[in-house]
């Protein structure tokens, strides 16, 4: 599965973006979707995940990022609203193959990043 984000950039705290990410090749397979982000000198962190509908969520995120998913265009989205300067790192879209398990793990796959900055 091949995975293209779109709509980082900078904003001001307080303010909204929505990301996107469009999946193309084998998505028939593709069961969660999610993103990440990766601040600058950290580790990738989950964000927030959707599955059948099931959504969850980062406690850093709750009441302010919402993720969907609309399976007939492939793709997922991410509202982010009253962003905050800690929200500044380059997000990352994931898909997991339900096609692809070795023992018992989804194999992944992953976007290149958007980058979002949030000045105070």
């Known amino acids: 599965v091949q995975l293209r984000e779109s709509g980082g950039g900078l904003v001001q705290a307080g303010g909204s973006l929505r990301l996107s990410c469009a999946a193309s090749?084998?998505?028939?397979?593709?069961?969660?979707m999610s993103w990440w982000r990766q601040a600058p000198g950290k580790d990738r962190v989950l964000v927030a995940a959707?599955?059948?509908?099931?959504?969850n969520y980062a406690d850093a995120v709750k009441g302010r990022f919402t993720i969907s998913r609309d399976n007939a265009k492939n793709t997922v989205s991410l509202e982010m609203n009253s962003l905050k300067p800690d929200d500044t790192a380059v997000y990352y879209c994931?898909?997991?193959?339900?096609?692809?398990?070795?023992?018992?793990?989804?194999?992944?796959?992953w976007g290149i990043g958007t980058q979002v900055t949030v000045s105070s």
């Open positions: 090749g084998e998505t028939r397979c593709i069961s969660t």
């Open positions: 994931n898909a997991a193959d339900s096609c692809s398990v070795i023992a018992g793990i989804e194999m992944e796959d």
């Open positions: 959707i599955r059948d509908g099931k959504t």
